[in-house]
């Protein structure tokens, strides 16, 4: 087993937070192809990839706004209503409000990145704040302390243990799924 060091959250990667086009406006949603997630979109997802939410926005939507493009691998993590809900983009994707998302840097490897964060989000749940529901902001997602493995191939080593023991249950999730639908 190699070394591990402690760092934050923003020594792995760039916390970015997202933003929801106005919904006032119908060009921000009509026609729109660029995928758009929201912390509703997670609730009930039992899949590691995600690749589209309920609905797309628009380029003029993803204009009118501070959302932004983020790249395929980028680990979502939603920081309020509720705080905890963990997925990867499938391909690239933008985010609402609701979440501080994380873009892995060379250093580091994107499923060690989501199984770290998903191990701990009780942790960053407990660090929110606010009165009328808790949130999680940037400044304290970029700040957590973790422990990782120094080497990215190390990450790769762990990640890909716990990723197959996930491509196992998938599997017969929907084995069980076909099965019960005949």
């Known amino acids: 087993m190699g070394n591990w060091k402690k ?12 933003a929801t086009p106005s919904t006032k406006k119908p060009e921000n949603y009509d ?8 912390p509703k979109d997670l609730a009930g997802f039992l899949g ?14 993803l204009h009118s ?30 985010t609402n409000q609701g979440f501080k998302s994380v873009v892995p840097n060379d250093n580091t490897d994107y499923m060690f990145l989501y199984y770290l964060l998903l191990n701990n989000r009780q942790n960053i749940e407990h660090m929110g704040s606010g009165t009328t529901f808790k949130e999680v902001s940037g400044k304290t997602m970029r700040g957590i302390e973790v422990c990782v493995p120094e080497s990215k191939e190390e990450q790769i080593r762990i990640s ?8 196992k249950i998938e599997e017969n999730e929907r084995i069980n799924k076909n099965l019960y639908a005949a």
Do not use: K
């Not at 934050?8 to 937070?17: E, P």
């Not at 590691?48 to 939507?61: C, L, M, P, V």
């Not at 706004?65 to 993590?77: G, N, V």
């Open 160 to 167: 890909s243990m716990l990723s197959a023991i996930d491509d």
């Open 48 to 61: 590691r990839f995600i690749s589209h939410g309920e609905r797309n926005i628009t380029e003029a939507g």
């Open 31 to 38: 026609g729109g192809t660029i995928a758009w997630i929201t």
């Open 65 to 94: 706004c501070s959302t932004q493009m983020m790249p395929r691998h980028t680990i979502l993590f939603s920081s309020r209503a509720p705080i905890g809900y963990v997925a990867i983009a499938e391909n690239e994707v933008c």
């Open 7 to 18: 760092c934050t959250i923003a020594d792995l990667g760039t916390v970015v937070g997202g």
